[in-house]
């Protein structure tokens, strides 16, 4: 059968009903609980023998919609969602290494990965090597006979630095370690992890995927057998998605490729002014030609997405004068909605550092971050420029 595009695949995956009910959405199962007829009809679920849901932190129909639309966009055998961006993460470096096993990660990471993997993991006697991208541009170097997992991230915040996905990937696979990716920068429309040869691929679905600033969630995609092992974590941690959330989520995600080609298109405008404008330093987008990892973006992305980051001089009081004046870009964290949000790292992602965990993450105070939205981008770099003339 000729394999259906992704657009069509996040509009009609799922979305059979019984035909004595024939919505046009999928129905929101918003129940925690599933009746059965006899005793014999839980023996024959018990034993795998029935279709059927029985309790919902297991599974629910509206939520396996989503599953199987997520899975479609990243041409997984399977995904899981989550309550969040960090219950999916919780659940892979809590449910796959065990004890004794390493966890080799990129130093560069989300916030709340680093934590999680400091204070969480390593007290589960995993030990756990952090690796400069100096050192995971030769990965075979990093893995030893311990290692279990392989944690990166790309692109990374707020630099946007990009790790060679497919190498790493490489190095992984041909020693039997389970590599995974943080794509939530990217989103799957930009950049598929699986296809660059990664087991498994995990998003902060707050952000791109949901794309509307209003459901928290998070997804991991792979191979039916990894899902399958997560997914039974997944019942014991506890971090499963609401049906309401999930239906928002399915709904957003009907939407993605139309808002990651605006985004992508804006942000490199934005991105083509910043590096335009005197009062502007360093401008970081992996779309431009002059970052540093332009090279591994254009062979792994075909999208760069709507992350830019830019430096202003000054240091953090400039960058703190550009973002107070900002108008119609709003002063928020978190990023991938369909509104313009600005941060300062400093004050936020990377807030409590000390110099040389700033130095090694490549941040600096005069740096604004930005996640450019989909209003007219004639409008955004009026509002830039007007800030900027502070
Ligand atoms: C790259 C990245 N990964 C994971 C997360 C965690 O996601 P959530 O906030 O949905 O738990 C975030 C949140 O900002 C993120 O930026």
């Not at 129905?27 to 005793?39: H, K, V």
């Not at 779309?287 to 062979?299: F, M, Q, T, V, Y």
């Not at 941060?343 to 604004?368: D, F, K």
């Amino acid at each position: 059968m000729t394999r259906r595009g992704v657009s069509t695949e996040l509009i009609h995956r799922g979305e059979e009903r019984p035909p004595q009910a024939e919505s046009v959405n999928v129905p929101i199962y918003e129940t925690t609980t599933f009746l059965f007829e006899s005793a014999e009809e839980v023996r024959l679920y018990q034993e795998g023998r029935a279709e059927k849901y029985l309790y919902s932190r297991y599974a629910n129909p509206t939520v396996v919609v989503t599953e199987q639309k997520l899975a479609a966009l990243d041409a997984a055998e399977a995904a899981l969602v989550f309550a969040s961006g960090m219950a999916a993460a919780s659940t892979i470096l809590l449910g796959l290494p065990n004890p004794g096993d390493e966890l080799l990660c990129s130093s560069a990471l989300y916030g709340g990965t680093f934590h999680l993997i400091n204070d969480i993991v390593r007290r589960f006697g995993v030990a756990v090597r952090f690796a400069t991208l100096e050192e995971l541009r030769e990965p075979e170097r990093l893995i030893g006979d311990r290692t279990r997992v392989c944690w990166v991230e790309s692109p990374i915040n707020p630099t946007l630095r990009c790790v060679d996905v497919r190498r790493v990937a490489a190095a992984c696979r041909s020693r039997g370690v389970i590599s995974v990716v943080d794509n939530t920068f990217a989103s799957p429309v930009n950049q598929r992890p699986l296809e660059l040869g990664v087991d498994l691929a995990m998003q902060s679905a707050t952000k791109y995927l949901n794309g509307h600033s209003d459901v928290t969630a998070g997804v991991v995609s792979g191979s039916a057998v990894l899902v399958k092992r997560l997914d039974l974590t997944r019942r014991y941690l506890g971090g499963v998605l609401d049906p309401l959330a999930a239906y928002n989520l399915a709904r957003g995600l009907k939407t993605l490729p139309v808002r990651m080609a605006r985004h992508n298109e804006s942000a490199l405008a934005v991105a083509r002014f910043l590096e335009g404008h005197a009062a502007v330093g360093r401008v970081y987008y992996p779309g431009l030609p002059s970052h540093p990892d332009h090279e591994i973006a254009r062979s792994q992305m075909s999208g760069f997405g709507g992350m830019v980051c830019f430096e202003v001089h000054g240091g953090l009081e400039g960058a703190s004068r550009v973002f107070d004046r900002l108008g119609l870009i709003r002063r928020a964290t978190s990023l991938g909605s369909v509104d313009s949000l600005a941060s300062l790292p400093v004050l936020t992602s990377h807030w409590n550092y000390s110099r040389e965990e700033m130095e090694r993450a490549g941040v600096t105070p005069g740096m604004v971050r930005l996640s450019v939205g989909l209003e007219d981008t004639a409008d955004l770099v009026a509002d830039l420029d007007q800030a900027l003339a502070a």
